[in-house]
């Protein structure tokens, strides 16, 4: 539970290398089997609570995903040396679990990271150099410098410090970009009930919402961004009265609106973000690639539905292609539709597609906690840092918000109400470190680093084998 601390909405994160502390004192010195259960438990009692959010949707679903990435946990922790090689192959295994936790199962739930446990730490500017992943691996090198005041081993505190400090300080000097041109933004927040389910609520009411809600707005402005889902329509956006609307708006501020709109296609729909030109023209649209499993999708749905209720989750969501880009009069926007913002591949490939502003169009009014709303927060916090991007958040009932570069939260809605969060923003070019050369090379280096843990964990047994 001291790791599920350092999770949004708490974000204690110094509690959270407490718990990482724990974890190496517990494993240091154990066989197998023994580091197998304690990585389970580890899994259980981090994603239990962190994964929460899921059965909102479906409670089978979440069982199914605690059970199966408390595995991935049980089998990284197994798989790290419990001697001497300890500090250097827990971190390692730590990164190889979190990467797993990023693609398997259902494409990835990369929700309640090791990383998220971090923001607002310097821990989390390790991110400009390797991601998240770089993270993950800094909080277990810092689990031995804190184990140490158990077990004594101070050389392997030494070394593991080092660590840490290094990837703190290079991720705090290191490349992030810089600004060129500002852009006067608006995020609109319709305000509204929560905890109400796609099928509750009626389609009409997020348009209504939000241009109810952005009635204030005058000139001036030069980029307007509505949640996801903001609009519902059955077929071309373009062709409805509901785009007739917007493209409206558009005219009258003589700003560029970017919308959350779900085209519903029979028994499929696409999610969507779509850019209306200050000329009321759409000038692009993305199409969201990272589908919430058991919210916006069914997996295997004709086994599911035979023995689990399914039908607040009666369609299945189209999957996009390409990078979350949106050219647009107001420059080139990246895009992550909600549930992508936990996806660090997303905005990085949005950013390397020439994306100069994150756009977070999302919509976690269906949860009636502040879990799933403090999680996407401190997820676009981390991208930000990650990319050297400034993060513009929109959702119908919160958190909106605007995100530097550096990963602060400048301004912010609170849940419920409606509102506008509005400021003058930074329009980026250039790249992180991460952003250049992504996850590969953290991977890479952890296999490595866990084989040269190995050999040092087998050099250590030779003489006590020989006596």
């Given at each position: ?153 101070r050389r392997s505190a030494v ?246 570069p550096d990963g602060t939260v ?58």
């Amino acid at each position: 539970m001291l790791l599920t601390s350092g999770l949004p909405p708490f974000g204690w994160w110094p509690l959270a290398l407490v718990g990482a502390g724990v974890v190496v004192g517990v494993v240091d010195g154990v066989e197998l089997r023994q580091r197998a259960l304690v990585g389970a438990a580890v899994g259980i009692g981090f994603l239990g609570p962190g994964l929460a959010w899921m059965t909102e949707f479906h409670v089978a679903g979440f069982v199914l995903a605690v059970v199966v990435e408390a595995a991935v946990f049980a089998l990284a922790v197994a798989l790290a040396p419990s001697g001497r090689g300890l500090t250097l192959g827990l971190p390692a295994v730590l990164v190889a679990a979190e990467a797993l936790r990023g693609a398997w199962p259902f494409g990835g739930v990369p929700v309640a990271t090791l990383a998220q446990t971090q923001i607002g730490g310097p821990l989390a500017l390790a991110s400009r150099l390797g991601g998240g992943l770089a993270v993950a691996a800094l909080v277990g090198a810092t689990g031995v410098v804190v184990s140490v005041v158990a077990t004594r081993r101070r050389r392997s505190a030494v070394a593991a410090a080092v660590i840490v400090v290094a990837g703190a300080l290079g991720g705090a000097l290191a490349p992030r970009g810089e600004a060129f041109a500002a852009l006067d933004v608006a995020a609109v927040q319709g305000g509204g009930p929560r905890g109400l389910r796609a099928v509750e609520n009626p389609s009409a009411r997020g348009l209504d919402a939000a241009l109810a809600a952005g009635e204030g707005l005058g000139e001036g402005v030069e980029l307007v961004v509505w949640p996801e889902n903001a609009v519902t329509v059955e077929g071309d956006v373009a062709d409805s009265p509901a785009g007739t609307r917007i493209a409206a708006l558009a005219r009258r501020l003589g700003a560029t609106v970017v919308a959350g709109v779900i085209e519903r296609a029979g028994d499929r729909f696409h999610n969507l973000a779509v850019a209306w030109a200050p000329s009321g023209e759409i000038t692009g649209r993305y199409e969201k690639r990272q589908r919430v499993p058991f919210g916006e999708y069914i997996p295997w749905r004709p086994v599911v539905e035979q023995v689990a209720d399914v039908r607040f989750v009666p369609r299945d969501a189209f999957v996009g292609t390409g990078p979350g880009l949106v050219p647009t009069p107001a420059g080139d926007l990246g895009v992550a539709i909600s549930y992508e913002v936990f996806f660090a591949r997303r905005t990085r490939a949005a950013v390397l597609a020439g994306g100069e502003v994150l756009l977070v169009p999302t919509n976690a009014s269906s949860y009636p906690t502040t879990q799933m709303p403090a999680l996407e927060l401190g997820a676009a916090r981390l991208r930000a840092i990650e990319t050297g991007r400034t993060v513009v958040q929109a959702a119908p009932t919160g958190f909106s918000a605007i995100v530097g570069p550096d990963g602060t939260v400048r301004r912010q809605s609170d849940l419920g109400e409606a509102a506008v969060v509005a400021g003058e923003v930074e329009r980026r070019r250039g790249t992180t470190p991460y952003t250049r050369i992504g996850d590969a090379p953290v991977v890479a280096l952890a296999g490595l680093t866990l084989a040269a843990a190995w050999a040092s964990e087998r050099r250590a047994l030779r003489p006590r084998r020989g006596r």
